[in-house]
């Protein structure tokens, strides 16, 4: 059974942040032999002051391929957890949706889209959730987090928004590989230009500091900007500021 849970508004800007609480409860579904997750993606909401945010408004998602006998088990770990390990002033909220069993999907993808652009209620969210059949859950403060835990899953499910949580670990000599390279050394779908060329495995980019990826057609996928000195190569990694569209 293939899942996707989010989560959002988990913390402050003294406090760790969503995307890490996001890879431990990955890490303990895992480690209780539950299922196999895969990368985390964050999902930029609405900045607005009529949101209420406790950092940056973006959720956390992850998808899992888990033993369906476990899901009550997953759901109730998950709340609990975001119970005990919200940080002061925040309004955490779940999301778990069974990819099998979700009906229009097509509507919770337009509620992420809608959630990037204007204020969205709980009330909203939970009528969603309920015409979708997810799980959707509070747990501490105002609850407000639901609205994007739920945006979230819409915005994964797309296909094309978010950005994975971290940065790629990539071995180069003299800060240059080739894609053929990075592509050995990673999980990436490929390495795109910002206009949307996929590079051939030959090419070769001077990989920067800490490289993103982004999530575009369903893969995750290094962006690369055209070099400024062609004599060293023909691409670099782009900067994680040019990123901030995704």
């Known amino acids: 059974m293939n899942v996707l849970i989010c989560i959002d508004d988990t913390d402050n800007l003294e406090s760790r942040g969503t995307g890490e609480l996001a890879t431990i409860m990955a890490e303990e579904i895992e480690r209780r032999s539950w299922g196999r997750c895969d990368f985390v993606t964050r999902h930029q ?3 607005h002051p009529d ?16 033993d369906p006998t476990i899901l009550d088990s997953l759901i109730t770990y998950a709340g609990d957890f975001l119970q ?12 778990v949706s069974v990819m099998e069993q979700l009906n229009q999907p097509e509507a919770v993808i337009a509620f992420g889209h809608s959630a990037k652009k204007e204020v969205l209620t709980k009330q909203a969210a939970y009528d969603m959730a309920a015409q979708l059949g997810v799980h959707l859950s509070e747990h501490g403060g105002t609850g407000q987090g639901v ?3 739920l945006a979230g899953i ?7 928004d978010g950005r994975m949580k971290g940065w790629l670990k990539i071995h180069t000599e003299n800060g240059l590989a080739t894609v053929a390279d990075i592509m050995a050394q990673t999980s990436l779908g490929g390495v795109r230009t910002m206009d949307g060329k996929l590079l051939s495995e030959t090419e070769i980019v001077e990989v920067e500091n800490k490289p993103k990826a982004v999530l575009l057609d369903g893969k995750i996928y290094m962006m690369v900007s055209p070099h ?13 500021s040019q990123l901030k569209k995704f």
């Not at 819409?154 to 094309?160: A, K, Q």
Request: with cysteine; hydrophobic share 30%; glycine share 12%.
């Open 45 to 47: 909401l609405l900045v």
């Open 84 to 95: 005990q390990e919200s940080a002061e002033g925040s309004d955490p909220g779940l999301c």
């Open 228 to 240: 400024a000195d062609e004599g060293r190569a023909r691409w670099r990694t782009t900067p994680r």
């Open 51 to 66: 949101v209420p945010y406790t950092s940056h408004n973006s959720s956390m998602c992850f998808s899992a391929d888990i």
């Open 147 to 149: 609205v994007g835990a």
């Open 154 to 160: 819409g915005l994964r499910l797309s296909g094309n």
